[in-house]
Nanobody
């Protein structure tokens, strides 16, 4: 069992930066690959980024490549999403999630554990 709590969301102007954190409970955090997803109002939840258990493999959706960076600190049971050059279309509730698929996945159904989400709003 893994419990996830996101933090770091907020309101920022276009071009600004935010760093999201996801703190995990449980001593098996390093066994899971982690992902970030987002859901904007009226839209389906979409994959943003994932990272494998060592941190050596990351995947990103095309629209955030070069702007967002996912990382993890297994000693602190935390995964991060550094978001730079934010755009209004990045506005959404951001969720972190944990999966047993070792390389990570871009499919929400592959993730068994989810946080409650944190709101990111980008003004133009």
């Amino acid at each position: 069992q893994v419990q996830l709590v996101e933090s770091g969301g907020g309101l920022v102007q276009a071009g600004g930066s935010l760093r999201l954190s996801c703190a995990a409970s449980g001593r098996t955090f390093s066994s899971y690959a982690m992902g970030w997803f987002r859901q904007a109002p009226g839209k389906e939840r979409e994959f943003v980024a994932s990272i494998n258990w060592t941190g050596g493999i990351q995947y990103y959706r095309d629209s955030v490549k070069g702007r967002f960076t996912i990382s993890r600190d297994n000693a602190k049971n935390t995964v991060f999403l550094q978001m730079n050059s934010l755009k209004p279309e990045d506005t959404a509730v951001y969720y972190c999630a944990a999966t047993i698929y070792s390389r990570g996945s871009n499919a929400a159904n592959d993730y068994a554990y989810w946080g409650q989400g944190t709101q990111v709003s980008v003004s133009s």
